[in-house]
């Protein structure tokens, strides 16, 4: 069965610092894969997805920028961490269907 | 653009009771799916329910079923035999079909649903 791994669970980092947060899927191959951020008692809004390896597409302009090095991993980084990158990001895969996998998602601080 | 809009903040209901949470959308598209996502504490975000929109049948999973109304762009949640494991947020969701919106979920705000024992 598939799996999907997002780690850390918690992150506390000081303004100005990077960031790299990792996902990786496991049991299954060519997966499309997904970055998420939840606003507190929001919904959560794509920030980016990706359909291979170096395929990545961003749907808002952020401080933020995706990266797949690997089929099954997909990583989240900043250069410079702002205090409105605050927020809960959660990781996503998908099959040859249209439902989303969640990971279980990193509450990021940034103070 | 594509909207979704839950108008219920947060539903009670007690255990062993049913209770619907509703949905509502907007779209020109013909071509879309539709879901029902639960929150609980942990956050992690769970698939309870998919629909294609060119599929006139209800979903069903279980103790979870859905009223789509194409026409109305209505889309509520049915939850049969509450347990107290089902109290969460539910968040509504739309994507767009083929071509489209390449796994852009678009949620709505979200109902918090608690169970009474």
């Known amino acids: 069965s598939q799996t999907i791994h997002q780690w850390p669970a918690t992150l506390v980092q000081p303004v100005g610092s990077p960031l790299s947060l990792e996902c990786t899927v496991e049991?299954?191959?060519?997966?499309?894969l997904y970055w998420y951020r939840q606003a507190a008692g929001r919904g959560l809004q794509l920030l980016f997805y990706?359909?291979?390896?170096?395929?990545i597409s961003s749907e808002v302009p952020q401080n933020l920028s995706a990266s797949r090095p690997q089929d099954r991993q997909f990583i989240l980084s900043s250069k410079k961490l702002l205090l409105s990158d605050s927020g809960f990001y959660l990781c996503?895969?998908?099959?040859?269907?249209?439902?989303?996998?969640f990971g279980s998602g990193t509450q990021l601080s940034v103070l | 653009a594509q909207t979704v809009t839950q108008s219920q903040p947060e539903m009670s209901v007690q255990e062993a009771e049913t209770v619907t949470l509703s949905c509502t959308y907007d779209?020109?598209?013909?071509?879309?799916?539709l879901f029902w996502y639960k929150q609980p504490p942990s956050r992690q975000m769970i698939l309870v329910i998919r629909?294609?929109?060119?599929?006139?049948q209800n979903a069903t999973e279980n103790r979870f079923s859905v009223n789509f109304q194409k026409a109305a762009k209505s889309f509520s949640l049915k939850i049969s035999d509450s347990q107290l494991g089902d109290a969460a947020m539910y968040f509504c969701?739309?994507?767009?079909?083929?071509?489209?919106?390449?796994?852009?979920?678009?949620f709505g705000k979200g109902t918090k649903l608690s169970v009474k024992p």
């Open positions: 779209t020109s598209e013909s071509d879309y799916y």
């Open positions: 969701a739309y994507m767009g079909g083929y071509g489209g919106s390449q796994g852009n979920l678009i």
């Open positions: 990706s359909v291979g390896i170096g395929q």
């Open positions: 049991g299954t191959s060519n997966p499309n």
């Open positions: 629909q294609e929109a060119y599929k006139q």
């Open positions: 996503a895969w998908s099959g040859d269907n249209e439902k989303l996998f």
